[in-house]
């Protein structure tokens, strides 16, 4: 993460916490939203792993090729489930987001710097383009996402009634707006790092 230490250090737990309630979230519901809760808490965990400031861990340069092998089989995966779900595109382009950024911190000139984080971001820079598509796709994502966290009034005969109010069932882990919360963070996050890039 290009900065100071401690906007690596809150990005690395947001990251990390965003993770472990996906991670929750894998017990309760359907199948398929078993399924998407894992693919986050594999992204919440790879971004918190990605973010740890270089200060502290400067990870060996094959650490990039693991990144990129993994979040290339995520991404592949995606596309696959895809076809049963529009969410899976956006899982595509997230673990396709962190192999690039698994490749261009890789990329020439970064070993010098110790392989990771700060120092990493800004010598390999990636392909200014991309980097930017990227940034405005999680920039459209996060406004979309926060959009959809504000609360919509019900009109029921003259009266107005606040959706989403009272209990839900399979308790505080399958609570969709913290779902779509923790998608917005990890958009945000992604967003933060493309920035740094």
């Given at each position: 993460?290009?900065?100071?230490?401690?906007?690596?250090?809150?990005?690395?737990?947001?990251?990390?916490?965003?993770?472990?309630?996906?991670?929750?979230?894998?017990?309760?519901?359907?199948?398929?939203?078993?399924?998407?809760?894992?693919?986050?808490?594999?992204?919440?965990?790879?971004?918190?792993?990605?973010?740890?400031?270089?200060?502290?861990?400067?990870?060996?340069?094959?650490?990039?090729?693991?990144?990129?092998?993994?979040?290339?089989?995520?991404?592949?995966?995606?596309?696959?489930?895809?076809?049963?779900?529009?969410?899976?595109?956006?899982?595509?382009?997230?673990?396709?987001?962190?192999?690039?950024?698994?490749?261009?911190?890789?990329?020439?000139?970064?070993?010098?710097?110790?392989?990771?984080?700060?120092?990493?971001?800004?010598?390999?820079?990636?392909?200014?383009?991309?980097?930017?598509?990227?940034?405005?796709?999680?920039?459209?994502?996060?406004?979309?996402?926060?959009?959809?966290?504000?609360?919509?009034?019900?009109?029921?005969?003259?009266?107005?009634?606040?959706?989403?109010?009272?209990?839900?069932?399979?308790?505080?882990?399958?609570?969709?707006?913290?779902?779509?919360?923790?998608?917005?963070?990890?958009?945000?996050?992604?967003?933060?790092?493309l920035l740094t890039l």
């Amino acid at each position: 993460m290009h900065g100071p230490a401690m906007s690596g250090w809150l990005l690395m737990a947001l990251c990390a916490l965003t993770g472990a309630y996906c991670l929750l979230r894998t017990r309760a519901g359907t199948g398929e939203e078993r399924r998407t809760a894992r693919a986050e808490a594999l992204m919440g965990f790879g971004m918190a792993a990605m973010a740890v400031p270089a200060a502290v861990f400067a990870p060996p340069a094959w650490a990039w090729a693991v990144y990129a092998a993994l979040f290339g089989v995520a991404a592949l995966r995606a596309l696959w489930f895809s076809r049963r779900s529009g969410h899976h595109l956006h899982h595509l382009v997230g673990s396709s987001a962190m192999v690039y950024m698994a490749v261009a911190m890789a990329g020439p000139g970064t070993a010098a710097h110790g392989g990771h984080g700060a120092h990493t971001m800004a010598a390999a820079g990636g392909v200014p383009l991309l980097t930017g598509l990227l940034l405005v796709y999680y920039a459209a994502y996060v406004l979309r996402s926060g959009a959809r966290l504000i609360p919509v009034a019900v009109t029921a005969s003259g009266g107005g009634v606040v959706a989403g109010g009272g209990p839900v069932p399979g308790g505080w882990a399958a609570r969709p707006e913290l779902a779509l919360a923790c998608r917005l963070t990890m958009g945000i996050s992604m967003f933060a790092m493309l920035l740094t890039l």
